[in-house]
């Protein structure tokens, strides 16, 4: 027998065994009325609500709605209102420019825009067939019930584009096998259960939420709705509601540590929650407070948008049990063993390829780009790593690999020592051109406040690296600019060094 995988799976599985359970706390301060606490019978009658609307206002299977939304109850419905009946959901980064958002829904397609009431300013320029501000809920009011869509694992489920931190934003067309395999397996590699509580820290428009939208509903666990992030909120909800579990880039991690710090009592959640990291390789110093200094357990993840997004998996195992604690945290600064499913290597240059069946179907209308990415049947990360008993270390985004005085030096190995100096509060470290070097190792440092020489850095950093690898010049920032996922923009600390120059390597 063969039966089609498919996002609604998941939906049904919950209002047929969980009906009646608290599946999702909305937030409760934003624009649009907060839905509150919503049973799962209440989402999926909302998710066929809204799939009726789209029936009504005829968009076909295979039609793209797009969603520009904090964190909203609204938007987790949508996963599975627009993809459950067979369109396309296009979740979009609500940080970025208007002309950004209107090239993704011109790209896109899209024939609905769904905008939060904090972003209707974009309604004034960024334009479909039919738009609605979320709140007004006329597209999750109806109380007719959809047509049926039988089904198809290997139609596009969402639509999901690229950071776009060095060019144009990439349409990722993620089908519901991709993402189906990736909830599943990212359940089991987390060891979901209808007992967990979800916060949810980390944007649902990216990667969606990383499949956990899907894989907690399926389990019947109870979502968390966190509409911005605040450290100290974090930890208010977690007391509050008994979160188990969140997923969160190294930034979170930072905001939640340093409200720790502040924290009258006992820290919530100590020896109950686990927290699922990715976007850049920790420092070793931050997943031993993680550990330490919170009790909660530390999980690393690595994977991009283009793999939806799973590809390996670090969490402590038996084996390490007897290590002291510094070690524990070192081997869970790499990037992990390959996920169930997922085939790892890497080429002659270093690049980590994947194969797996939860790597992106291709790029919205580039084949070009998709033929490249999908080479050899291998999905090409663009990211440097090695390969040691089973575990995969990130070395480096290949363009973050600086190359001085004919030495390879990787920034994330320079970026840990420094962030290993207790006044260092975040370090990012690039390459800028020199004429003796070829380039400069350059590190950027945002500190807690404690006063700090550029020299006192250097020479922290010598008791830890070999001399080549140490920066030679440091400069102190207020801040880091990063993508709305926290990953730090490197880019745009590059391009006041490498202005005139015709390529960004020395």
């Not at 027998?1 to 799976?9: E, K, P, S, T």
């Not at 459950?84 to 609500?94: E, I, T």
């Not at 259960?193 to 990667?207: G, I, K, Q, R, Y």
């Not at 939860?358 to 580039?366: I, P, S, V």
Request: hydrophobic share 40%; charged share 25%.
């Amino acid at each position: 027998m063969f039966f089609d995988l498919g996002v609604r799976d998941f939906l049904d599985r919950a209002e047929e065994v969980y009906a009646d359970r608290v599946a999702i706390v909305d937030e409760p301060d934003q624009p649009a009325p907060s839905w509150g606490s919503l049973t799962y019978r209440d989402v999926a009658r909302l998710a066929r609500a809204e799939a009726a609307s789209l029936d009504a206002l005829g968009v076909p299977r295979g039609g793209r709605v797009a969603i520009v939304s904090h964190n909203a109850a609204r938007l987790l419905v949508s996963f599975f209102g627009v993809s459950g009946w067979g369109r396309v959901l296009v979740p979009v980064n609500f940080r970025l420019s208007v002309a950004e958002v209107k090239y993704i829904v011109e790209h896109s397609g899209a024939e609905v825009l769904l905008v939060d009431p904090e972003l209707k300013r974009l309604c004034d320029t960024v334009t479909a067939k039919h738009v609605f501000v979320l709140g007004d809920d006329e597209i999750f009011g109806g109380t007719a019930d959809p047509a049926p869509w039988a089904g198809d694992e290997s139609a596009t489920a969402t639509l999901n584009y690229t950071s776009g931190t060095t060019a144009r934003p990439k349409g990722v067309q993620l089908t519901h096998r991709n993402l189906w395999i990736n909830a599943v397996t990212f359940a089991l590699h987390t060891t979901l259960s209808d007992n967990d509580v979800l916060l949810h820290t980390l944007p649902m428009f990216h990667a969606n939420g990383w499949g956990m939208p899907y894989a907690l509903t399926g389990l019947g666990g109870q979502h968390i709705v966190l509409r911005k992030v605040d450290g100290a909120e974090i930890l208010r909800r977690i007391d509050r509601h008994g979160v188990t579990i969140l997923c969160a880039a190294p930034a979170v991690v930072t905001a939640v540590l340093d409200a720790a710090a502040e924290w009258d009592g006992e820290i919530p959640g100590r020896d109950r929650v686990r927290i699922v990291v990715a976007g850049a390789p920790p420092p070793t110093r931050t997943i031993e407070r993680v550990r330490a200094d919170l009790g909660w357990e530390f999980i690393q993840i690595y994977g991009l948008t283009e793999t939806a997004p799973l590809l390996t998996v670090n969490r402590m195992r038996a084996e390490w049990t007897d290590l002291d604690p510094h070690e524990q945290a070192r081997l869970l600064g790499r990037a992990g063993a390959p996920a169930l499913g997922t085939r790892i290597r890497t080429d002659a240059a270093g690049q980590v390829l994947a194969r797996s069946n939860t790597n992106l179907d291709g790029y919205w209308d580039d084949p070009e780009e998709t033929a490249r990415a999908q080479a050899g049947n291998w999905f090409h990360t663009g990211d440097g790593g090695t390969m040691t008993d089973g575990y995969l270390t990130i070395s480096d985004r290949k363009k973050d690999v600086i190359i001085t005085g004919g030495e390879n030096v990787s920034s994330i190995e320079v970026e840990d020592a420094l962030i290993s100096h207790p006044a260092v509060r975040e370090a990012a470290v690039i390459g800028i051109p020199d004429h003796t070097w070829g380039e400069l190792v350059t590190a950027l440092v945002v500190t807690d406040g404690t006063p700090l020489t550029a020299q006192e850095l250097i020479t922290h950093c010598r008791k830890l690296l070999a001399g080549f690898k140490c920066p030679k010049r440091v400069e102190f920032l207020d801040a880091l600019p990063r993508t709305a996922t926290g990953k730090v923009q490197k880019f745009k600390l590059r391009d006041p060094y490498w202005s005139g120059h015709d390529r960004k390597v020395n």
